[in-house]
Protein backbone atom coordinates (compact mmCIF):
# COMPACT_ATOMS: atom_id res chain seq x y z
CA UNK A 1 0.00 0.00 0.00
CA UNK A 2 1.58 3.58 -0.67
CA UNK A 3 1.89 5.30 2.36
CA UNK A 4 1.20 8.81 2.21
CA UNK A 5 -0.26 9.54 5.86
CA UNK A 6 -0.02 13.15 6.72
CA UNK A 7 -1.24 15.56 9.41
CA UNK A 8 -3.99 17.36 7.34
CA UNK A 9 -7.91 18.90 7.73
CA UNK A 10 -9.25 15.69 9.41
CA UNK A 11 -6.52 16.27 12.16
CA UNK A 12 -7.39 20.23 12.58
CA UNK A 13 -11.63 18.94 12.60
CA UNK A 14 -11.28 16.32 14.99
CA UNK A 15 -9.32 19.62 17.52
CA UNK A 16 -11.72 21.81 16.66
CA UNK A 17 -14.99 20.66 18.49
CA UNK A 18 -14.99 23.50 20.83
CA UNK A 19 -15.98 25.53 18.45
CA UNK A 20 -19.09 23.44 17.51
CA UNK A 21 -22.55 25.51 17.80
CA UNK A 22 -24.75 23.95 20.52
CA UNK A 23 -27.10 22.11 18.64
CA UNK A 24 -24.25 20.27 17.01
CA UNK A 25 -22.64 19.75 20.45
CA UNK A 26 -24.47 16.57 21.51
CA UNK A 27 -24.17 14.71 18.17
CA UNK A 28 -20.56 15.32 17.43
CA UNK A 29 -19.94 14.17 21.73
CA UNK A 30 -21.80 10.80 20.55
CA UNK A 31 -19.44 10.60 17.82
CA UNK A 32 -16.54 11.14 19.90
CA UNK A 33 -17.91 8.47 21.92
CA UNK A 34 -17.92 5.92 19.21
CA UNK A 35 -14.53 7.22 17.90
CA UNK A 36 -12.66 4.66 19.96
CA UNK A 37 -13.41 1.70 17.22
CA UNK A 38 -10.76 0.63 15.40
CA UNK A 39 -9.40 2.08 12.21
CA UNK A 40 -8.35 5.47 10.54
CA UNK A 41 -10.30 8.08 11.12
CA UNK A 42 -8.92 10.83 8.61
CA UNK A 43 -10.41 7.88 5.94
CA UNK A 44 -13.67 9.15 3.88
CA UNK A 45 -15.31 7.13 1.03
CA UNK A 46 -17.44 7.86 -1.93
CA UNK A 47 -19.62 5.54 -3.46
CA UNK A 48 -21.02 6.08 -7.16
CA UNK A 49 -23.37 3.14 -7.89
CA UNK A 50 -23.90 3.11 -11.49
CA UNK A 51 -27.85 1.89 -12.02
CA UNK A 52 -28.79 -0.49 -14.88
CA UNK A 53 -25.37 -2.59 -15.10
CA UNK A 54 -22.50 -1.30 -16.87
CA UNK A 55 -20.70 -2.69 -19.50
CA UNK A 56 -17.29 -2.89 -18.28
CA UNK A 57 -16.15 -4.79 -21.51
CA UNK A 58 -16.19 -1.93 -23.33
CA UNK A 59 -14.68 0.86 -20.90
CA UNK A 60 -11.38 -1.41 -19.99
CA UNK A 61 -10.91 -3.19 -23.20
CA UNK A 62 -9.72 -6.18 -23.65
CA UNK A 63 -7.79 -5.70 -27.27
CA UNK A 64 -5.52 -8.73 -27.07
CA UNK A 65 -8.01 -11.12 -26.52
CA UNK A 66 -8.69 -12.92 -30.02
CA UNK A 67 -12.35 -13.23 -29.20
CA UNK A 68 -13.31 -9.39 -28.33
CA UNK A 69 -14.21 -7.82 -31.85
CA UNK A 70 -15.84 -11.67 -32.63
CA UNK A 71 -18.32 -11.13 -29.75
CA UNK A 72 -19.01 -7.43 -30.52
CA UNK A 73 -19.41 -7.40 -34.43
CA UNK A 74 -21.50 -3.81 -34.18
CA UNK A 75 -20.03 -2.28 -30.97
CA UNK A 76 -16.50 -3.28 -30.80
CA UNK A 77 -13.88 -0.65 -30.51
CA UNK A 78 -10.59 -0.98 -32.42
CA UNK A 79 -7.63 -0.59 -30.60
CA UNK A 80 -6.57 2.62 -32.99
CA UNK A 81 -9.99 4.07 -31.27
CA UNK A 82 -9.09 3.73 -27.57
CA UNK A 83 -7.04 5.29 -25.32
CA UNK A 84 -4.08 3.68 -24.19
CA UNK A 85 -2.95 2.59 -20.88
CA UNK A 86 0.61 2.55 -19.60
CA UNK A 87 1.88 -0.75 -19.16
CA UNK A 88 -1.04 -2.18 -20.67
CA UNK A 89 -0.62 -2.58 -24.23
CA UNK A 90 -3.32 -4.76 -25.00
CA UNK A 91 -5.67 -3.00 -22.85
CA UNK A 92 -7.79 0.00 -23.99
CA UNK A 93 -9.63 2.77 -22.23
CA UNK A 94 -12.81 3.86 -23.99
CA UNK A 95 -12.07 7.21 -26.07
CA UNK A 96 -14.82 8.75 -23.77
CA UNK A 97 -12.77 8.55 -20.17
CA UNK A 98 -9.65 11.06 -20.49
CA UNK A 99 -9.82 11.82 -17.25
CA UNK A 100 -9.75 8.53 -15.72
CA UNK A 101 -6.60 7.61 -18.29
CA UNK A 102 -4.91 10.57 -16.79
CA UNK A 103 -5.39 8.98 -13.04
CA UNK A 104 -4.71 5.42 -14.17
CA UNK A 105 -1.46 6.67 -15.73
CA UNK A 106 -0.91 8.45 -12.68
CA UNK A 107 -0.82 5.16 -10.68
CA UNK A 108 -4.26 6.37 -9.19
CA UNK A 109 -6.83 3.93 -10.58
CA UNK A 110 -7.67 0.45 -10.33
CA UNK A 111 -9.73 -0.91 -12.77
CA UNK A 112 -11.19 -4.78 -11.19
CA UNK A 113 -12.98 -6.72 -14.51
CA UNK A 114 -15.14 -9.52 -13.82
CA UNK A 115 -16.94 -8.92 -10.26
CA UNK A 116 -19.96 -10.35 -9.09
CA UNK A 117 -22.42 -12.80 -7.44
CA UNK A 118 -20.82 -16.10 -8.03
CA UNK A 119 -24.59 -17.16 -8.46
CA UNK A 120 -26.13 -14.06 -10.57
CA UNK A 121 -29.56 -14.01 -11.42
CA UNK A 122 -29.55 -11.51 -13.87
CA UNK A 123 -32.14 -9.34 -12.03
CA UNK A 124 -31.05 -5.47 -11.59
CA UNK A 125 -33.95 -5.60 -8.11
CA UNK A 126 -31.90 -8.83 -6.65
CA UNK A 127 -28.40 -8.05 -7.32
CA UNK A 128 -29.06 -4.48 -6.41
CA UNK A 129 -30.19 -5.86 -2.84
CA UNK A 130 -27.16 -8.39 -2.55
CA UNK A 131 -24.64 -6.20 -3.54
CA UNK A 132 -25.94 -3.16 -1.24
CA UNK A 133 -26.64 -5.32 1.17
CA UNK A 134 -23.28 -7.45 0.84
CA UNK A 135 -25.51 -11.03 1.65
CA UNK A 136 -26.64 -13.83 -0.63
CA UNK A 137 -29.97 -13.85 0.38
CA UNK A 138 -33.01 -11.58 0.14
CA UNK A 139 -34.24 -10.28 3.04
CA UNK A 140 -36.55 -6.98 2.95
CA UNK A 141 -35.25 -5.45 6.09
CA UNK A 142 -31.42 -6.32 5.42
CA UNK A 143 -29.69 -3.59 7.04
CA UNK A 144 -26.92 -2.04 4.27
CA UNK A 145 -23.25 -2.77 4.22
CA UNK A 146 -22.11 0.86 5.11
CA UNK A 147 -24.00 1.33 8.35
CA UNK A 148 -22.81 -1.95 9.16
CA UNK A 149 -19.48 -1.32 8.66
CA UNK A 150 -19.70 2.10 10.04
CA UNK A 151 -20.74 0.66 13.51
CA UNK A 152 -17.35 -0.61 13.62
CA UNK A 153 -15.22 2.13 12.40
CA UNK A 154 -14.55 5.74 13.94
CA UNK A 155 -16.86 8.52 12.80
CA UNK A 156 -16.93 11.65 13.88
CA UNK A 157 -18.79 13.77 11.55
CA UNK A 158 -22.50 15.14 11.57
CA UNK A 159 -23.45 12.66 9.63
CA UNK A 160 -21.24 10.02 8.69
CA UNK A 161 -23.23 7.46 6.38
CA UNK A 162 -25.08 9.87 3.92
CA UNK A 163 -26.86 8.40 0.59
CA UNK A 164 -27.02 12.00 -1.45
CA UNK A 165 -29.87 10.76 -4.19
CA UNK A 166 -33.55 11.17 -4.90
CA UNK A 167 -34.25 8.13 -2.81
CA UNK A 168 -32.51 6.15 -0.32
CA UNK A 169 -29.98 4.13 -1.21
CA UNK A 170 -29.84 0.50 0.43
CA UNK A 171 -26.37 0.47 0.97
CA UNK A 172 -26.92 3.16 3.46
CA UNK A 173 -30.52 1.86 5.05
CA UNK A 174 -30.73 0.91 8.65
CA UNK A 175 -33.73 0.15 10.76
CA UNK A 176 -31.19 0.23 14.12
CA UNK A 177 -31.41 3.75 15.87
CA UNK A 178 -27.91 3.43 16.44
CA UNK A 179 -26.34 3.45 12.99
CA UNK A 180 -25.51 7.40 12.22
CA UNK A 181 -27.41 6.89 8.52
CA UNK A 182 -28.90 9.64 6.72
CA UNK A 183 -31.12 10.40 3.73
CA UNK A 184 -30.77 13.98 1.84
CA UNK A 185 -32.47 14.24 -1.72
CA UNK A 186 -30.35 17.73 -2.81
CA UNK A 187 -29.94 19.85 0.01
CA UNK A 188 -27.50 21.96 -1.83
CA UNK A 189 -28.87 24.94 -4.62
CA UNK A 190 -27.02 24.61 -8.08
CA UNK A 191 -24.85 27.71 -6.96
CA UNK A 192 -23.67 25.98 -3.20
CA UNK A 193 -26.05 27.70 -0.92
CA UNK A 194 -28.28 25.59 1.36
CA UNK A 195 -31.79 25.22 0.21
CA UNK A 196 -34.18 26.20 2.46
CA UNK A 197 -37.40 24.90 1.71
CA UNK A 198 -36.12 21.47 3.95
CA UNK A 199 -35.01 23.25 6.99
CA UNK A 200 -37.84 25.79 7.95
CA UNK A 201 -39.57 23.78 10.25
CA UNK A 202 -40.44 24.11 14.18
CA UNK A 203 -39.99 21.65 16.77
CA UNK A 204 -38.00 18.40 15.06
CA UNK A 205 -40.16 16.03 17.43
CA UNK A 206 -43.18 17.37 14.92
CA UNK A 207 -42.13 18.55 11.63
CA UNK A 208 -44.83 20.19 9.54
CA UNK A 209 -46.08 17.61 6.34
CA UNK A 210 -46.10 19.72 3.43
CA UNK A 211 -41.87 19.47 3.12
CA UNK A 212 -40.84 17.54 0.10
CA UNK A 213 -38.56 14.97 2.40
CA UNK A 214 -41.97 14.48 5.29
CA UNK A 215 -44.29 13.99 2.17
CA UNK A 216 -41.63 11.16 0.67
CA UNK A 217 -41.54 9.04 4.18
CA UNK A 218 -45.30 8.99 4.58
CA UNK A 219 -45.70 8.33 0.89
CA UNK A 220 -42.87 5.33 1.75
CA UNK A 221 -45.06 4.29 5.42
CA UNK A 222 -48.10 3.76 3.23
CA UNK A 223 -47.71 2.07 -0.04
CA UNK A 224 -43.59 0.96 0.15
CA UNK A 225 -42.71 3.79 -2.78
CA UNK A 226 -39.77 5.59 -2.00
CA UNK A 227 -39.14 8.84 -4.14
CA UNK A 228 -39.44 8.55 -8.02
CA UNK A 229 -39.01 4.62 -7.90
CA UNK A 230 -40.08 1.68 -6.01
CA UNK A 231 -38.91 -1.11 -3.83
CA UNK A 232 -41.79 -3.63 -3.13
CA UNK A 233 -41.31 -3.76 0.54
CA UNK A 234 -44.02 -1.89 2.31
CA UNK A 235 -42.15 -2.74 5.27
CA UNK A 236 -38.99 -0.59 5.02
CA UNK A 237 -41.14 2.66 5.28
CA UNK A 238 -40.89 3.11 8.75
CA UNK A 239 -36.89 2.92 8.53
CA UNK A 240 -37.15 5.21 5.53
CA UNK A 241 -39.60 7.70 7.69
CA UNK A 242 -37.56 7.84 10.76
CA UNK A 243 -34.11 8.09 8.24
CA UNK A 244 -35.53 10.70 6.51
CA UNK A 245 -36.76 12.84 9.51
CA UNK A 246 -33.38 12.53 11.46
CA UNK A 247 -32.25 14.33 7.98
CA UNK A 248 -34.43 17.00 8.68
CA UNK A 249 -33.31 17.56 11.74
CA UNK A 250 -28.98 17.60 10.25
CA UNK A 251 -29.77 19.79 8.12
CA UNK A 252 -30.84 22.36 10.66
CA UNK A 253 -27.52 21.70 12.12
CA UNK A 254 -25.76 21.65 9.15
CA UNK A 255 -27.43 25.34 8.14
CA UNK A 256 -25.70 26.78 11.24
CA UNK A 257 -22.06 25.52 10.19
CA UNK A 258 -22.06 24.65 6.61
CA UNK A 259 -25.08 27.08 5.00
CA UNK A 260 -22.91 27.43 1.50
CA UNK A 261 -19.88 25.99 -0.30
CA UNK A 262 -18.33 27.36 -3.56
CA UNK A 263 -19.53 26.23 -6.24
CA UNK A 264 -16.92 24.90 -9.06
CA UNK A 265 -18.71 25.48 -12.32
CA UNK A 266 -16.08 24.08 -14.58
CA UNK A 267 -15.35 20.59 -12.37
CA UNK A 268 -19.30 19.85 -11.59
CA UNK A 269 -21.46 22.08 -14.00
CA UNK A 270 -25.11 21.77 -12.44
CA UNK A 271 -26.94 24.64 -14.36
CA UNK A 272 -27.23 26.26 -17.91
CA UNK A 273 -24.76 29.35 -16.63
CA UNK A 274 -21.69 26.88 -16.08
CA UNK A 275 -19.62 25.69 -18.78
CA UNK A 276 -20.02 22.71 -20.73
CA UNK A 277 -18.10 19.32 -19.96
CA UNK A 278 -15.96 18.44 -23.08
CA UNK A 279 -17.65 15.90 -24.98
CA UNK A 280 -20.45 15.15 -22.78
CA UNK A 281 -23.46 16.54 -25.03
CA UNK A 282 -26.75 17.70 -23.32
CA UNK A 283 -24.92 17.98 -20.29
CA UNK A 284 -28.29 19.49 -18.66
CA UNK A 285 -29.04 15.83 -18.69
CA UNK A 286 -26.48 15.70 -15.93
CA UNK A 287 -26.56 18.19 -13.44
CA UNK A 288 -28.15 16.54 -10.93
CA UNK A 289 -25.55 13.94 -10.87
CA UNK A 290 -23.02 16.86 -10.82
CA UNK A 291 -24.53 18.51 -8.20
CA UNK A 292 -25.10 15.30 -6.27
CA UNK A 293 -21.36 14.29 -6.53
CA UNK A 294 -19.85 18.13 -5.63
CA UNK A 295 -22.33 18.05 -2.75
CA UNK A 296 -20.73 14.78 -1.46
CA UNK A 297 -16.81 16.31 -2.07
CA UNK A 298 -18.03 19.10 0.15
CA UNK A 299 -19.46 16.88 2.91
CA UNK A 300 -16.77 14.26 2.69
CA UNK A 301 -14.29 17.28 2.85
CA UNK A 302 -15.73 19.43 5.65
CA UNK A 303 -15.07 16.32 7.86
CA UNK A 304 -19.12 15.66 7.86
CA UNK A 305 -19.47 12.37 6.71
CA UNK A 306 -17.36 9.46 6.43
CA UNK A 307 -19.39 7.59 3.86
CA UNK A 308 -21.44 9.44 0.72
CA UNK A 309 -22.99 7.72 -1.55
CA UNK A 310 -24.30 8.80 -4.99
CA UNK A 311 -26.08 7.13 -8.50
CA UNK A 312 -25.96 7.66 -11.96
CA UNK A 313 -28.57 5.59 -13.63
CA UNK A 314 -29.03 4.96 -17.48
CA UNK A 315 -26.83 1.92 -17.70
CA UNK A 316 -29.68 -0.65 -18.96
CA UNK A 317 -28.09 -0.54 -22.44
CA UNK A 318 -29.99 -3.33 -24.22
CA UNK A 319 -30.49 -0.52 -27.40
CA UNK A 320 -28.42 2.60 -28.73
CA UNK A 321 -25.39 1.54 -26.70
CA UNK A 322 -23.91 2.84 -29.50
CA UNK A 323 -25.16 4.98 -32.55
CA UNK A 324 -23.40 5.22 -36.04
CA UNK A 325 -20.26 4.21 -34.45
CA UNK A 326 -18.76 2.41 -31.46
CA UNK A 327 -17.68 5.15 -30.35
CA UNK A 328 -20.36 7.15 -30.14
CA UNK A 329 -24.17 7.01 -28.57
CA UNK A 330 -25.52 6.17 -25.19
CA UNK A 331 -22.56 4.71 -23.24
CA UNK A 332 -20.09 6.65 -24.97
CA UNK A 333 -22.18 10.29 -23.02
CA UNK A 334 -22.75 8.03 -19.82
CA UNK A 335 -18.55 7.22 -19.61
CA UNK A 336 -17.58 10.99 -20.34
CA UNK A 337 -19.76 12.41 -17.22
CA UNK A 338 -18.51 9.61 -15.12
CA UNK A 339 -14.90 10.21 -16.17
CA UNK A 340 -15.18 13.89 -15.71
CA UNK A 341 -16.96 13.46 -12.43
CA UNK A 342 -14.49 10.98 -10.92
CA UNK A 343 -11.72 13.05 -12.23
CA UNK A 344 -13.00 16.27 -10.78
CA UNK A 345 -14.06 14.72 -7.51
CA UNK A 346 -10.51 13.54 -7.05
CA UNK A 347 -8.88 16.63 -7.85
CA UNK A 348 -10.95 17.86 -4.87
CA UNK A 349 -10.35 15.86 -2.49
CA UNK A 350 -7.36 14.26 -0.78
CA UNK A 351 -4.93 11.49 -0.37
CA UNK A 352 -7.24 9.88 2.95
CA UNK A 353 -9.95 9.77 0.53
CA UNK A 354 -11.04 6.59 -1.70
CA UNK A 355 -13.67 6.30 -4.63
CA UNK A 356 -15.11 3.22 -5.18
CA UNK A 357 -17.61 3.19 -8.72
CA UNK A 358 -20.00 -0.06 -8.19
CA UNK A 359 -22.84 -1.46 -10.73
CA UNK A 360 -25.31 -4.78 -9.92
CA UNK A 361 -23.83 -7.04 -12.98
CA UNK A 362 -21.97 -6.42 -16.51
CA UNK A 363 -23.25 -7.40 -19.58
CA UNK A 364 -23.13 -10.33 -22.29
CA UNK A 365 -20.17 -10.24 -23.92
CA UNK A 366 -21.80 -10.15 -27.14
CA UNK A 367 -23.54 -7.60 -28.63
CA UNK A 368 -27.35 -8.09 -29.54
CA UNK A 369 -26.83 -5.40 -32.76
CA UNK A 370 -27.16 -2.07 -31.18
CA UNK A 371 -26.45 -2.79 -27.73
CA UNK A 372 -25.65 -5.61 -24.48
CA UNK A 373 -28.28 -7.74 -22.44
CA UNK A 374 -27.83 -9.05 -18.81
CA UNK A 375 -24.75 -10.13 -17.68
CA UNK A 376 -23.01 -11.46 -14.46
CA UNK A 377 -19.06 -10.17 -14.35
CA UNK A 378 -18.87 -6.49 -13.69
CA UNK A 379 -16.39 -3.75 -13.32
CA UNK A 380 -15.53 -2.12 -10.51
CA UNK A 381 -13.32 1.33 -10.53
CA UNK A 382 -11.77 2.23 -7.18
CA UNK A 383 -9.89 5.85 -7.09
CA UNK A 384 -7.14 7.12 -4.96
CA UNK A 385 -3.79 7.85 -3.83
CA UNK A 386 -3.36 4.72 -2.03
CA UNK A 387 -4.24 2.63 -5.11
CA UNK A 388 -2.04 0.35 -6.45
CA UNK A 389 -3.35 1.37 -9.52
CA UNK A 390 -3.65 -1.35 -12.66
CA UNK A 391 -6.02 -3.84 -14.53
CA UNK A 392 -7.10 -6.43 -12.60
CA UNK A 393 -8.78 -10.04 -13.53
CA UNK A 394 -8.40 -9.41 -17.30
CA UNK A 395 -5.39 -11.65 -18.14
CA UNK A 396 -3.62 -12.37 -21.61
CA UNK A 397 -1.27 -14.33 -21.98
CA UNK A 398 2.38 -13.34 -21.79
CA UNK A 399 4.83 -13.90 -24.75
CA UNK A 400 8.30 -12.49 -25.43
CA UNK A 401 6.80 -8.93 -26.51
CA UNK A 402 3.38 -8.61 -25.22
CA UNK A 403 3.84 -9.09 -20.94
CA UNK A 404 1.09 -10.93 -19.20
CA UNK A 405 -2.01 -8.50 -18.61
CA UNK A 406 -3.68 -7.37 -15.77
CA UNK A 407 -3.17 -9.76 -12.36
CA UNK A 408 -2.33 -12.87 -13.22
CA UNK A 409 -3.50 -15.35 -10.41
CA UNK A 410 -2.69 -18.66 -11.48
CA UNK A 411 -4.61 -21.37 -13.33
CA UNK A 412 -7.91 -20.58 -12.49
CA UNK A 413 -7.21 -17.35 -14.45
CA UNK A 414 -8.69 -17.30 -17.84
CA UNK A 415 -8.98 -14.42 -20.59
CA UNK A 416 -12.28 -12.18 -20.05
CA UNK A 417 -14.27 -13.45 -22.97
CA UNK A 418 -13.37 -16.73 -22.46
CA UNK A 419 -15.97 -19.73 -22.54
CA UNK A 420 -17.64 -19.76 -19.40
CA UNK A 421 -16.98 -23.12 -16.91
CA UNK A 422 -20.99 -23.12 -15.89
CA UNK A 423 -23.72 -23.31 -18.24
CA UNK A 424 -25.44 -20.51 -15.84
CA UNK A 425 -22.64 -17.65 -17.09
CA UNK A 426 -23.37 -17.78 -20.77
CA UNK A 427 -22.89 -15.58 -23.14
CA UNK A 428 -21.70 -13.46 -20.06
CA UNK A 429 -18.36 -12.18 -18.25
CA UNK A 430 -17.54 -15.22 -15.50
CA UNK A 431 -16.74 -13.76 -12.17
CA UNK A 432 -13.68 -14.32 -10.89
CA UNK A 433 -14.05 -12.03 -7.92
CA UNK A 434 -16.95 -12.54 -5.13
CA UNK A 435 -18.51 -8.97 -5.09
CA UNK A 436 -18.24 -8.96 -1.43
CA UNK A 437 -13.86 -8.69 -1.61
CA UNK A 438 -13.17 -5.13 -2.91
CA UNK A 439 -15.53 -4.35 0.39
CA UNK A 440 -13.54 -6.29 2.42
CA UNK A 441 -10.42 -5.44 1.40
CA UNK A 442 -11.22 -1.52 1.54
CA UNK A 443 -12.28 -2.29 5.28
CA UNK A 444 -9.66 -3.88 6.33
CA UNK A 445 -6.67 -2.22 4.31
CA UNK A 446 -7.51 2.01 3.05
CA UNK A 447 -9.98 1.90 6.55
CA UNK A 448 -7.48 -0.13 8.76
CA UNK A 449 -10.21 -1.40 10.53
CA UNK A 450 -8.86 -4.49 12.29
CA UNK A 451 -10.24 -7.98 10.51
CA UNK A 452 -11.33 -9.11 13.34
CA UNK A 453 -13.70 -6.53 14.01
CA UNK A 454 -15.64 -7.77 10.70
CA UNK A 455 -16.70 -10.51 13.07
CA UNK A 456 -18.92 -7.59 14.61
CA UNK A 457 -21.19 -7.07 11.90
CA UNK A 458 -24.38 -8.01 12.66
CA UNK A 459 -25.59 -9.39 9.61
CA UNK A 460 -22.34 -10.45 7.71
CA UNK A 461 -19.85 -10.63 10.31
CA UNK A 462 -19.49 -14.62 9.81
CA UNK A 463 -19.83 -14.19 6.26
CA UNK A 464 -17.14 -11.40 5.71
CA UNK A 465 -14.56 -12.87 8.67
CA UNK A 466 -14.45 -16.18 6.12
CA UNK A 467 -13.74 -14.30 3.19
CA UNK A 468 -10.72 -12.78 4.64
CA UNK A 469 -9.95 -15.72 6.33
CA UNK A 470 -10.44 -17.58 3.12
CA UNK A 471 -8.24 -16.07 0.38
CA UNK A 472 -8.63 -19.20 -2.15
CA UNK A 473 -10.25 -18.45 -5.31
CA UNK A 474 -13.20 -16.15 -5.81
CA UNK A 475 -12.13 -15.08 -2.40
CA UNK A 476 -8.86 -14.52 -2.85
CA UNK A 477 -7.79 -10.64 -2.10
CA UNK A 478 -6.56 -8.91 -5.20
CA UNK A 479 -4.44 -6.74 -3.10
CA UNK A 480 -5.90 -3.27 -5.08
CA UNK A 481 -4.84 -1.33 -2.08
Known amino acids: MKNRSKFGRRDLLKAGFASLPVCALSSSLEAMARSAAGGNPNRRMLVVNLRGAHDGVNAVIPHGDPD ?4 RPVIGIAQ ?6 NGYPNIGLHPAMTGLQ ?3 NQNSVAFIHRVGNLDGKRSHFNEQHLLETGRLDYVPSAKGWIPQALSQ ?11 LSHRMQRMFLSSDPNDETYHLQAPYK ?6 EIDIKFANPGSPPTNTPAIRVANRVEQTGLSGIGAYAVTAEGPFLRTTIRDSIDKLRQLRLSHGSFTHLPASFPTNPSDPNVTGVANTSKYYGFFARVEEAVYMLNSGISNFVGVELGGWDTHANQVTG ?5 THAELLAVLSHAITSAKQALTSDDLIL ?26 VGDLVNGGVYNCWLPATATNPAMGQPKGAQWKQLLSPPSAPEYFDAIEPATDFRVPFVEILTK ?17 TWERIYNNPVGAFAPLDFL
Open 153 to 163: LPATGLMPSLS
Open 102 to 104: TLF
Open 357 to 382: VVTEFGRTNRDNGSGTDHGVGALYIV
Open 446 to 462: FFQMPSTDLANFSDLGN
Open 190 to 195: TNGALR
Open 68 to 71: YLNA
Open 325 to 329: SPIAG
Open 80 to 85: NQSLTL
